[in-house]
């Protein structure tokens, strides 16, 4: 974190009173400067995260609408990439650990801290997670594609299906493996198959959104999560993909000609079924399909 930066601070805490006195004590800091959003109940928390997203949270785990561990499981969950600092009391300090073991950036008993040594906590737990979000970054990308790798894909891949289940949201499952590969390597070498794997690659992120977890989890296997959309939206997807390809094959120089073959799972709320479940399906549907095509 820069110096002077400031910093938005999301305060959960159902005590009024309390979170009145930290609240003061942590605006009346100016290194960093913090700017606190108070709520007393995790519901409301949420809301207020869907429509801006905070710096840090600093979390009570005991509110009107969750207890316990589960109160920091759920933040984490559905919010992975803020730092997150846990107020525990002396007798709920056990918790603390536990969130720390799950991921919590630190823990604090309450009556415990000052508001300097409290806005040091919090900036320490920003930069903390910046950092170790850049190092899983590292670790969870493809460098020729750019994509995810199998980790990476599987870990958000994972949380969306967490949420979807929670929040009863649908998503679509999609399953691809570039046709030929080892015969362009083999004929053509090994940059010209490391251009296709590239090039689809690329094709792949013009037709998907930011939003969407995209991976290439094999040497010639893709896989693409389009969350929030159901079957109907299915061929349409599938009408882009071949859409990109072709304008592909019409621009390239290339002496061969790339193609694919997909297949495709949905995750329904009201019939849910695990990732694992999902991908096998999409698999085995792409393997079906590709068993049908014709020998070139």
Known sequence: MSPGQNLNVL???????????????????????LRVIHHDCLSAAFKALAKKKSDVILLDLMLP????????????????????????????????????QGGAQDYLI????????????????V?????????????????????????????????QHKLAVRNKRSFLLFFMDIDGLKQINDRFGHLAGDETLQHFAN??????????????????????????LSPENESLIMARM?????????????????????????????APDSLENLLKKADNQMYIKKQSEPAD
């Open 11 to 33: 305060f959960i805490e159902d005590n009024l009173e309390y979170a009145s006195i930290i609240k003061e004590r942590l605006q009346s800091e100016n290194s960093p400067l």
């Open 65 to 100: 609408d969750s207890q316990g561990l589960k109160t920091f499981t759920q933040v984490q969950e559905s919010f992975p990439d803020i730092p997150i600092v846990v107020l525990t009391s002396v007798d709920e300090e056990t918790l603390g650990h536990e969130a720390v």
């Open 110 to 125: 309450k009556g415990e801290v000052d508001g300097k040594m409290l806005a040091r906590i919090l900036a320490f737990a």
């Open 127 to 159: 930069e903390r997670k910046r950092l170790q979000l850049q190092l899983l970054e590292l670790s969870l990308k493809d460098t020729l594609t750019d994509l995810y790798n199998r980790r990476g894909f599987l870990t958000l891949a994972g949380q």
């Open 203 to 228: 094709a792949l992120k013009s037709v998907f959104r930011s939003s969407d977890i995209l991976g290439r989890i094999g040497g010639d296997e893709f896989t693409a999560m389009a969350v929030d």
């Open 242 to 270: 071949l859409d990109k390809l072709e304008e592909h094959n019409k621009k390239t120089n290339a002496p061969y000609t790339l193609s694919f073959s997909v297949g495709s799972a949905s995750f329904l709320p009201n």
